[in-house]
């Protein structure tokens, strides 16, 4: 299969749920509570089932995780990955920050991503090999060598807490210049587009992450587990340019021995 096809794709397919996302984006609907209490809605749910059509009607044979309603295909060694609003919070609560995420791994690798933000018409999307893009220009990261001049982005203040993480976080805080909650998926390419140095997340979902590793690799940086490993599969991950990774990488490795 055709890598730069399936970047074609998978930008179409985004951009099809991010414009279903906005039908309901500041409107009344409900919003229930799933099994770990993350929020869920009517939006989330519809919007990965047209993404889910799209691709089996364009891709019968490939398999398709996403968050809402699973796996299928798992015999396939290319599969589709898809966080139909990631930031369902920001979404419920009319911020526009919330994004729509497709990700596609060959042989469980990621090969392809795509981060599109319907509600402020952004969309950056990445295939390995093929460079990366900002609304159809190319993009990469801002080279900035020191922590003490660089902006730190989270999602939630309190997860490094629950995560035994609040020491290493502190540490970052303490070295590093500004720090903002412009997060989730939306925070990560802030990075990948040079608006921010560093966006770090203790916890992450195959969906979370599976699309930012290929953009963050072809804007010239990195998507790393807080062990310094190039994954999408360890349950937490930072994106920062190379200069900066070692240094984020040293402050959180070995944090469970502390």
Known sequence: MNIKSLLEAAI???TLGGEHTLKYFKKDFDVISKEDDSPVTIADRETEQLMR???QKRFPDHGIIGEEFGKTNEESNIQWVLDPIDGTKAFIH??????TLVGVLIDNEPVVGVINCPALDEICAAAIGHGVTYNGESCKMKETESLDESTV???EINRFNRMGMQPQFQELL????IHRTWGDAYGHMMVATGRAEIMIDPILSIWDAAALLPVMKEAGGVFSDFDGKETIHTGNGFSTN???????TEIFEGRNNK
């Open 174 to 177: 303490d070295k590093t210049k």
């Open 94 to 99: 009319g911020i526009p920050f919330y994004t």
């Open 153 to 155: 982005l989270v999602t």
């Open 12 to 14: 179409e397919i985004a």
């Open 53 to 55: 059509a799209e691709i």
């Open 242 to 248: 190379k200069h900066l990774y070692p240094l984020v």
